[in-house]
DNA sequence: ACCCAAGTAGAACAAGCAGTCTACCATGGC
DNA sequence: GCCATGGTAGACTGCTTGTTCTACTTGGGT
């Protein structure tokens, strides 16, 4: 990838992320960036097309990480957990390269995009969607009954949405923790 | 309350929830209401005053609407069980007075300013402190030993958020049928 | 040494923003 | 009948937005 087309995501993701895409400007992307505008504009044939990349960037990023948590662990239960003392760090700003916690990226852009059929909230679906699976995956491994498995695995996903929210609305930055009681309960008790 | 103003309100409220507060102008306020652009400034001194009167008045409505479910039963149990039977009405749009669902109406606002301090999300916050006291309070009627109530209670709350944002994000509108199982199993259980 | 292409800075543009202003109109007390 | 008051419409201001344009610099191939 072009390394000024890199900055300028990289640039626009911590801007967006920071203070909201609807109020961060072209103009203060680019003189943050120090990078022309008429190379945004070539590299990017509008703002929506950077918010897009915004978006797929922060995918990578965010994947990259969750996924190295869940899989450091070798049991599925074991993930679960760890997944839970991973928010934790991630809520207090102890993860480098996710910069400083706001709640979640997409959460705080499909609030911004009223058309639940945009590109932007589209991408934002599709995110919580491969998480959901990823962590769908890790509680197959410790339980059998394909029903069963989807109603954990809903709850911890569930329980992790509440708590990004709960700590960026409330600021409320204990919130994983304290899913951990409940946490061990669904994974360690049969139905 | 003066029927002007209470109609720029709803207005107000009404655009801002479908399609995020600054992707709303002043003039499509006025526009749709059909008050003139000095009345409202007579009333409000500036856009954020009037964001602010809409999230005090959304807050009205929702705590109403939140309050009658839970009051709605007689048990705690029941009131609980009744408040994720009242959110998937919500999410299939089965509760007149709250308007087309859209997401939570604070996470929303809340993504859209970057500042934790500001008015508009310290709004937010106290909103989302009321209902989760609520469910506490109704979870207290069951559960006598402090601690165990507390972490029952985040976890409801948590359960909560993750579904109302799983349904508006992910257009997952069963998502609060989903807790169900979960829920039964932490009120009807001893730790 | 020359040329072409790609990237640079930043002025310029129309549109839209929040907020202000003037001029007008309706109503109620005297 | 007349004035005062408070709400009305909507033009206007100054600023910012996303986007485009012009003019210039740079570096590599021949």
Redesign the interface.
């Known amino acids: 990838m072009n390394v000024k087309k890199l900055l300028l995501i990289k640039t626009a993701l911590q801007l967006f992320y920071?203070?909201?895409i609807?109020?961060v400007g072209i103009n203060e992307i680019v003189k943050e960036s120090g990078v022309a505008k008429k190379t945004l504009y070539h590299h990017f044939s509008s703002k929506e097309q950077l918010v897009l990349a915004t978006l797929k960037y922060r995918d990578h990023l965010f994947c990259q990480w969750f996924e190295s948590i869940l899989n450091s662990k070798k049991t599925g239960k074991e993930s679960i957990l760890a997944l839970f003392y991973g928010l934790d760090n991630w809520f207090n700003n102890r993860v480098a390269g996710l910069d400083e916690f706001?709640?979640c990226y997409?959460?705080?852009?499909?609030?911004?995009?009223?058309d639940?059929n945009s590109l932007a909230?589209r991408s934002?679906?599709e995110h919580?969607?491969k998480i959901?699976l990823l962590i769908k995956e890790k509680v197959s491994m410790f339980i059998n009954k394909t029903d069963e498995c989807e109603?954990v695995a809903?709850?911890i996903?569930?329980?992790?949405?509440?708590?990004i929210?709960?700590a960026?609305?409330?600021?409320n930055i204990d919130?994983a923790l304290?899913?951990l009681?409940?946490v061990l309960?669904?994974i360690n008790e049969d139905?």
């Not at 996903?157 to 708590?163: F, H, I, N, T, Y």
């Not at 960026?168 to 600021?171: A, F, I, T, Y």
């Open positions: 920071s203070n909201g609807n109020s706001k709640g997409f959460i705080n852009t499909a609030a911004e995009y009223g639940p909230r934002c679906k919580k969607h959901s109603v809903n709850t996903s569930l329980l992790k949405e509440g708590a929210v709960s960026s609305v409330e600021g919130a304290k899913c009681p409940t309960r669904i139905y």
